[in-house]
């Protein structure tokens, strides 16, 4: 009984459980390497959950790796678990691993014959043949149709033919659909098998109907040109014969489709054994690993090539009104992402699905519907959430587990271990990860995820930290791919856990890194990981490099990563000393070749020069801490010498006439920042820069370096009117034919500025000098508001009510009544009076602190006693406050405002009757 079928389709799953049932074999033979034999049985445990595959990789070439993946809704994996529920045997019978591997190593060697010789790039993990040849990823045929692919196509038949024959080597369902009339394979497929409940009475009519349209086109286009199908198919029809003679007639064949008329045909024994002698073979070994659904989407590299996983593991499980079904799992989904969906829109929804199948002559709802229906209905035409929908549903990321009995090699092991023990499981969904590096379990976590990196197994990626920038904190996005399995049994060379695997992996990149910033990088990796047994051979290897090294670049692109290495020593707590000893040498020596490397250079290079300068000044910032804290208290020089260094060199960068206009900007700059340079100095240099004599391109660079980019320039010149005076002055005298030189150059400085910066900007040049100089002379200038030189005092002070009540200085009832007695007309100052407290000594005079009747302000006297500073005192004075005191009374105070009026003094406020 041969069952032909499409890999990963969830009709043709259901189609063999019912001919399996039908037929009750006593063995069920699958398409799949035979030394998987063994590996059956795990399929029955229960920790076993698709999707999952087979990983057959080479024993001595890790790298050398194919994958067999298997779906919940994979006829295959169904054929397993009929043959295990019903105790019938089960076995592969495709060309086995060790051939397949040796067959696809040897292509390779012979199309790539220099990838073997030294300093040739690596080869890349084999991309899968699909079905023209052994599965080398999408198991037993290519999953993109029923019947693998046929590779090229023969010469045989006539040369009239109306369908194209490259068609057929891609995508045989796109022939079968041309000739039935429809342009889309995967619909046709859908209404003519996956939507079909079959024949009643009769399940094995789909699989005759789908051998006879096999039969047809392998009649037109033979095998397509590839000769491994004919070796597979012999291997297949041996395979068959031998479970004949052992089971007698009671055996089925589940197989690609394509395969059916190959194992129809009769042949000899001999003939078959002729196609297999002299096969190159390798010895392998194979495992069950976990797969995804996002790898089964993809075509290339491990993918299975189906566009919906999702939705065919939706068809398979539901077992009735699987649109409705569906529907529920879209308003869940959306739902759980705040938007409003409801049952009405359930509803809604699966009607349309309806009535769109209905006019488009279909027996049920597809895909293409039921995503039509909810962009409409739920989505609202939108395509943002219907992505999230695509995403998270109909491929999914469902992620297959496999048992712990499941062969692994040792690295696997430790790696399950490191996970199980620091509470890290892999995930197929895409996920953040914030560790705090003071916690024990985080810094484990960290430590091995930089590991891993190490090997080469990235299942973490370093991502910026939102909520603190400090170095105690690590952000991590991790993500767990199938081909993660094979990188591991490649590191398995290097160790047998994974702590010992990464310091071998270190110490080999370290020898054979092509540039010193390499292992200044590799360094900062291994105190990362934790590596203190690979440190010493990074060092030996960065201390030879770095003194045969003379490129100033190279240098300075070496030192940050070295610098930043000397941070983890107080977070992770290693010995970073033989690191700062080398730092600090390799910075003297940039410090000595930079200012002549910066001569004579154009463009390009002097902005790739600035950008070495600002990394070689962030590294010295950091230096400079290292090396003061290590330092003895008394030893000044020693704590303030690197930085000393490094101003001396920004100042000779600074006046040097040959050094490019951009990198003397950035240096004036940084002085500046610094605190190194005087605000007036750095405006009597922008202005001989800007002077008339000047070259307006290298004006307009040194502009660039000094206020460019995300430097913060900007606000510079926002807070300092002084220098962007000088800005727009020379900006205003550029003559029209430099104007168009040196635009492209201001344009990208400006353009990188933050929005508000360019308003205020823009506000402040609108201003004028002369609005601006009356500004700073008068200190209220016309112009925006926030920009007066003087202090607003009357609009500071209406915060204070509020302020008091956040900072618990009063109850809120008297901050109320002290803002109303304040806006109540009143200037509220003592007529005449002396009892001022201007922040001093805050002491009374001895004055009489009067409130004439004239006056009249709406004060409250609540031992605030508001001059120049806010008295927040208990004023005893003796007089009598009539009323809010309204002036009628005479206060005479006596005595000292101790601080802010909050001495021993009252207030004795009576109120007249």
Known sequence: MLLGVRHHGPGSARAVRAALEAAAPRAVLIEGPPEADALVPLAADKDMRPPVALLAHVVDEPGNSAFWPLAEFSPEWVAIQWALEHGAAARFIDLPAAHTLAWEKGEKDEA????????????????????????????????????????????????????????????????????????????????????????????FAPFAVLEAAMGALREVYGVGGHDRDLVREAYMRLQIRAAQREFGDDVAVVCGAWHLPAL????????????????PKAKVDLTWVPWTHRRLSRVSGYGAGIDSPGWYGHLFSA???????????????????????????????V??????????????????????????????????????????????????????????????????????????????????????????????????????????????????????????????????????????????????????????????DAVGAPSLADVTALAE???????????????????????????????????PALVRSLRYGDVRGTDTHALADVAAGLAERVFVGLPPACAALDSDAAEEMRRHVDAV?????????????????????????????????????????????????????????????????????????????????????????????????????????????????????????????????????????????????????????????????????????GFAVGLDSERADAVLPLLSLLLGLGESGD?????????????????????????????????????DGADSADRTRHGNDHGHGNDHGNDHGHGNDHGNDHGHGNGHGHGHDRGNDRGDDHDLVRAAP
Not at 264 to 279: F, I, P, W
Not at 436 to 448: I, P, Q, V
Not at 467 to 483: Q, V
């Open 112 to 203: 790539n014959p220099e990838r073997d010789k030294p300093g040739s790039p690596p080869s890349p993990t084999p991309t899968p043949p699909g079905d023209s040849g052994p599965s080398v990823d999408v198991g037993p045929a290519g999953d993109v149709d029923p019947a693998g692919d046929p590779g090229r196509p023969g010469t045989a038949g006539d040369g009239d033919r109306s369908l194209d024959v490259e068609a057929v080597r891609i995508d045989p369902l796109a022939v079968l659909a041309q000739a039935a009339g429809h342009d889309d394979p995967e619909r046709w497929w859908e209404d003519v098998v996956e939507h079909r409940a079959g024949t009643p009475g009769d399940p």
């Open 264 to 279: 129809r045909q009769r042949t000899t024994v001999g003939a078959d054994r002729a196609l297999l002698k002299n096969l």
């Open 319 to 349: 077992h009735d009104r699987p649109v409705a079904r569906w529907m529920t799992k879209v308003a869940r989904l959306l739902r759980d992402e705040d938007r409003g969906v409801s049952s009405a829109h359930v509803i809604e929804a």
């Open 351 to 508: 009607r349309l699905a309806d009535t769109l199948a209905a006019m488009r002559g279909r027996p049920l709802p597809g895909l293409t519907e039921t995503t039509d229906a909810v962009r409409a209905v739920m989505c609202e035409g939108s395509d943002v959430p219907l992505a999230l929908v695509r995403d998270r549903l109909v491929v999914g990321d469902v992620l297959g587990e496999v048992p712990e009995s499941a062969p692994a090699v040792p690295l696997q092991r430790d790696l399950t271990r490191w996970q199980r023990r620091l509470r890290l499981k892999p995930e197929a969904r895409e996920r953040e990860v914030e560790l705090d590096l003071r916690k024990e379990t985080d810094a484990g976590r960290s430590t091995l995820l930089h590991r891993l990196r190490l090997l080469g197994v990235a299942w973490g990626e370093p991502a910026m930290s939102r909520g603190s920038t400090g170095t105690f904190r690590e952000t991590w996005r991790l993500r767990w791919e199938p081909e993660l399995s094979v990188r591991v049994a490649e590191a398995g060379v290097w160790g047998t856990t994974v702590p010992a695997a990464a310091t071998a992996r270190a110490e080999a």
């Open 525 to 559: 990796r291994c105190l990362l990981a934790e590596l203190p047994d690979a440190l010493p051979v990074v060092m030996r290897v960065l201390a030879d490099r770095a003194a045969l090294d003379a490129d100033v670049g190279h240098l300075a692109q070496a030192l």
């Open 617 to 785: 000044h962030g590294a010295v910032g950091l230096l400079g801490e290292a090396t003061a804290g290590a330092a003895s208290p008394g030893d000044g020089a020693a704590a303030g010498g690197i930085r000393g260094r490094w101003h001396s060199v920004l100042r000779v960068l600074a006046a040097r006439d040959t050094v490019p206009g951009v990198v003397r900007g950035r240096a004036v700059r940084l002085l500046l920042d610094e605190g190194e340079l005087a605000q007036e100095e750095a405006a009597r240099l922008m202005g001989l820069v800007l002077s008339p004599g000047t070259e307006p391109a290298d004006a307009a660079a040194w502009i660039e370096g000094f206020v460019g980019g995300g430097s913060g320039g900007g606000m510079l010149l926002v807070h300092d009117e002084r220098l962007l005076g000088l800005v727009d002055a020379w900006l205003t005298g550029v003559p029209a034919e430099a104007f168009t030189d040196v635009l492209p150059l201001l344009r990208r400085t400006f353009s990188a500025y933050e929005t508000g910066v360019r308003r205020t900007l823009g506000e402040l040049v609108r201003r004028g000098p002369a609005l601006r100089a009356d500004a700073e002379v008068t200190g209220y200038g016309s112009g925006i508001p």
């Open 815 to 851: 901050a109320e009544k002290r803002a109303e007695d304040r806006s109540d007309g009143g200037d509220g100052r003592s007529d005449g009076g002396e009892d001022r407290s201007d922040g001093g000594d805050g002491r009374s005079d001895g004055g009489e602190d009067r409130s």
